[in-house]
């Protein structure tokens, strides 16, 4: 009787881990435009503004000819790549690297009650970029590829919350 149960006490805590982490993995994408709602204000670090001054906003415009449909080319330089046609008609692609590439998809942690919260953000999807995050893209199988320093691109792209 007492195995019988741990073993059901196993299983569903099986069940509820597996569901919690579900969770992250079904988000939708939102769009850059969403994001915008909130990280434009300079109250909170513009980081719209900064996102858009940098290569990544313009990943899809760096593509020249063929390059365009590649896929090999297109999972790095668009955020949607590979997603169902339904997002990639209401999400342009021609965002390039945007938020969600690096911060995961945000249907799950977009809300103000969520993202001041930042422990609660990451259950919720959202992802703290690292250099293994980055050099899913920034690796030697690009044929642009001159090499990849974390630490000094990580400053080009760097946009933070200001200190409250």
């Excluded at 741990?6 to 969770?23: M, P, T």
């Excluded at 390059?67 to 790095?76: A, H, I």
């Excluded at 001159?146 to 400053?155: A, V």
Aim: some cysteine.
């Amino acid at each position: 009787m007492k195995i019988m149960v741990i073993r059901s006490f196993l299983i569903a805590c099986f069940f509820i881990f597996i569901g919690a982490n579900g969770l992250t993995a079904q988000n939708d994408y939102i769009g850059a435009a969403k994001c915008k709602m909130c990280h434009n204000k300079p109250s909170t670090g513009a980081q719209y503004s900064q996102w858009q001054e940098t290569k990544h906003a313009s990943a899809m415009e760096s593509l020249k000819g063929d390059e365009k449909n590649d896929p090999k080319c297109l999972k790095c330089h668009s955020t949607y790549y590979g997603d169902d046609e339904m997002l990639m008609a209401t999400i342009k692609p021609e965002e390039g690297v945007s938020c969600e590439s690096c911060h995961g998809a945000g249907s799950g942690y977009k809300s103000n009650s969520v993202m001041k919260d930042q422990a609660k953000s990451i259950e919720r999807g959202l992802i703290i970029p690292d250099e293994t995050l980055c050099k899913k893209c920034h690796n030697e199988e690009s044929p642009h590829y001159k090499g990849f320093n974390y630490e000094e691109y990580l400053k080009k792209i760097s946009h933070p919350i200001p200190a409250s």
